[in-house]
């Protein structure tokens, strides 16, 4: 629950300073330079058109280019974030987490001897505090480095929590839990066939009586904004020098929902920094990450988990407890199978 994925800020992972934009279309003038002479095949030239093609609209849940939970350079920097009480780029500040665990106690949720599923754990924050209370955690995420710390932090207090480093969509297990918990709005972040899939694992994994307790996000939390960019000398994304260009593009659904896209286009010198799908040559590496958002309403989420086999026992609107209201950024949910 440590939310390692996404960044309910994207913009926090910017690198300097940013300049918005002026609005135009990313995809106008590909392969022309401003004068209207024609672009050179190599060098500068090469990288600006495959720059401007890079910034085209996505399609909806295009995915990244390249790893980024699990890129070696990137996680490091995603745990710094995680453990920063003054970002919320990567994890809720400590007291909210406090305030989170103690709602799932009052609520008689976790205590001793409760079996929890954390997914998308982190560095264990939230597995940590479950453990406390003297609950029987099971953390699942992907990134190794976070792990690592997940793990050392449980032996320095002596807590027996099993950490698992696994894609949680895989998820396998058959009503061995008592409580599966998510948060952040990871289940927002997934396609409509990807999302549907792990609420049905999640339903198998837990225990007759069990629930399952998320949060989501609202369309509130992702307003349409301009264009963004960021340089840096070495910095989240990159070692080396770098420029990132931003923009959320946000698409209304139905029923008051929407798709936000935060995608991120990172222009490097090296051809080393593109990974898997970066487009790269001597003048230097493209590389496009997206995070995505289905941005839901109380009565679409309500109609996705029924559809899936939950019952809604109750919303909030932050995973605290706080009271459902019509404006907030987030949806906490607590439903349980059918």
Same mark, same amino acid.
Do not use: N
């Given at each position: 629950?440590?939310?390692?994925?996404?960044?309910?800020?994207?913009?926090?992972?910017?690198?300097?300073?940013?300049?918005?934009?002026?609005?135009?279309?990313?995809?106008?003038?590909?392969?022309?330079?401003?004068?209207?002479?024609?672009?050179?095949?190599?060098?500068?030239?090469?990288?600006?058109?495959?720059?401007?093609?890079?910034?085209?609209?996505?399609?909806?849940?295009?995915?990244?280019?390249?790893?980024?939970?699990?890129?070696?350079?990137?996680?490091?920097?995603?745990?710094?974030?995680?453990?920063?009480?003054?970002?919320?780029?990567?994890?809720?500040?400590?007291?909210?987490?406090?305030?989170?665990?103690?709602?799932?106690?009052?609520?008689?949720? &976790?205590?001793?001897?409760?079996?929890?599923?954390?997914?998308?754990?982190?560095?264990?924050?939230? &597995?940590?505090?479950?453990?406390?209370?003297?609950?029987?955690?099971?953390?699942?995420?992907?990134?190794?480095?976070?792990?690592?710390? &997940?793990?050392?932090?449980?032996?320095?207090?002596?807590?027996?929590?099993?950490?698992?480093?696994?894609?949680?969509?895989?998820?396998?297990?058959?009503?061995?839990?008592?409580?599966?918990?998510?948060?952040?709005?990871?289940?927002?972040?997934?396609?409509?066939?990807?999302?549907?899939? *792990?609420?049905?694992?999640?339903?198998?994994? *837990?225990?007759?009586?069990?629930?399952?307790?998320?949060?989501?996000?609202?369309?509130?939390?992702?307003?349409?904004?301009?264009?963004?960019?960021?340089?840096?000398?070495?910095?989240?994304?990159?070692?080396?020098?770098?420029?990132?260009?931003?923009?959320?593009?946000?698409?209304?659904?139905?029923?008051?929902?929407? *798709?936000?896209?935060?995608?991120?286009?990172?222009?490097?010198?090296?051809?080393?920094?593109?990974?898997?799908?970066?487009?790269?040559?001597?003048?230097?590496?493209?590389?496009?990450?997206?995070?995505?958002?289905?941005?839901?309403?109380?009565?679409?989420?309500?109609?996705?988990?029924?559809?899936?086999?939950?019952?809604?026992?109750?919303?909030?609107?932050? *995973?605290?407890?706080?009271?459902?209201?019509?404006?907030?950024?987030?949806?906490?949910?607590?439903?349980?199978?059918?």
């Amino acid at each position: 629950m440590d939310d390692e994925r996404p960044p309910a800020r994207p913009a926090a992972l910017g690198d300097a300073s940013s300049s918005p934009g002026d609005g135009t279309d990313a995809g106008a003038g590909v392969g022309a330079v401003a004068d209207g002479g024609a672009v050179a095949d190599g060098g500068v030239g090469s990288l600006l058109t495959r720059v401007v093609a890079a910034c085209r609209p996505p399609a909806p849940f295009e995915p990244s280019e390249a790893p980024f939970w699990d890129d070696p350079y990137i996680a490091r920097h995603l745990l710094a974030a995680h453990l920063d009480e003054t970002s919320p780029a990567a994890s809720r500040p400590g007291a909210e987490l406090d305030r989170a665990v103690a709602h799932l106690a009052a609520r008689g949720l &976790a205590g001793p001897g409760v079996r929890v599923l954390d997914l998308g754990c982190g560095p264990g924050l939230v &597995a940590t505090r479950l453990a406390r209370l003297g609950c029987r955690v099971t953390g699942v995420d992907l990134s190794e480095r976070s792990l690592d710390h &997940a793990r050392r932090a449980a032996l320095a207090e002596g807590r027996e929590i099993e950490y698992r480093r696994a894609d949680f969509r895989e998820l396998a297990d058959v009503g061995r839990f008592d409580l599966v918990l998510q948060s952040y709005g990871e289940l927002s972040t997934f396609a409509p066939d990807v999302r549907d899939d *792990l609420l049905a694992r999640v339903r198998r994994a *837990l225990a007759p009586g069990g629930a399952f307790v998320f949060d989501a996000s609202r369309p509130r939390l992702h307003p349409p904004t301009g264009r963004g960019w960021d340089v840096s000398p070495g910095g989240f994304w990159r070692p080396g020098p770098h420029v990132v260009l931003e923009e959320c593009f946000v698409t209304p659904v139905d029923a008051g929902t929407q *798709l936000a896209c935060h995608q991120y286009v990172v222009v490097d010198a090296g051809t080393g920094g593109a990974g898997p799908g970066g487009d790269a040559d001597a003048a230097g590496c493209v590389t496009t990450y997206r995070m995505w958002f289905h941005d839901h309403t109380p009565a679409s989420l309500t109609a996705v988990l029924e559809a899936a086999g939950f019952a809604v026992d109750e919303m909030w609107d932050s *995973l605290a407890g706080d009271p459902l209201t019509d404006d907030g950024e987030w949806l906490a949910v607590l439903a349980r199978p059918r």
